[in-house]
């Protein structure tokens, strides 16, 4: 393909829509050229669209619906934070009955837990909760500076 070929092309498609256009507008028969007769459907279709216009009050109907929806994510967050409370409860009152047995576990010696497999996992253990309180973090921000 030449460098000049593709001007060319350019112009004919540009000369066939706008012939296209001007048979619809005066209404002329079809043309025998089916690009012509491609754009005139297109015309046609632009001219008549065959979807519904957005119906009066359409904007207002999707903010009710936005505001509706965000008070039901109110009663979630607070179901959310009532849960987690009762779990902490629950977790603190299961700790209270077992301190007997958690007693035991913190007699052990020291030289258990100064052991090479507990250091290096002490550093990991510190990535993880990092990873655990960060990640909240970023969500909290994230939806805070978007107001």
């Known amino acids: 393909m030449s460098r000049t070929a593709q001007p060319q092309n350019a112009d004919w498609e540009w ?10 507008r005066v209404g002329a028969a079809p043309n025998s050229d089916p690009r012509v007769a491609h754009y005139r459907a297109v015309v046609r279709m632009l001219r008549d669209p065959a979807i519904d216009p957005i119906p009066h009050g359409f904007a207002a109907t999707i903010l009710a619906e936005i505001d509706r929806l965000r008070s039901d994510d109110r009663f979630e967050s ?4 009532g849960l987690v409370g009762v779990f902490a409860c629950v977790s603190i009152a299961t700790l209270l009955r077992f301190s007997d047995l958690i007693s035991h576990f913190a007699s052990l010696p020291a030289a258990m837990l100064d052991s090479a497999a507990v250091r290096s996992a002490i550093p990991w253990s510190a990535v993880a909760i990092a990873c655990l309180g960060i990640s909240p973090l970023v969500d909290f921000w994230r939806r805070h500076s978007a107001r």
Request: charge should be negative; proline fraction near 0%.
């Open 15 to 24: 000369e066939a829509q706008e012939r296209a256009c001007h048979e619809e």
């Open 78 to 81: 607070w179901l959310q934070r």
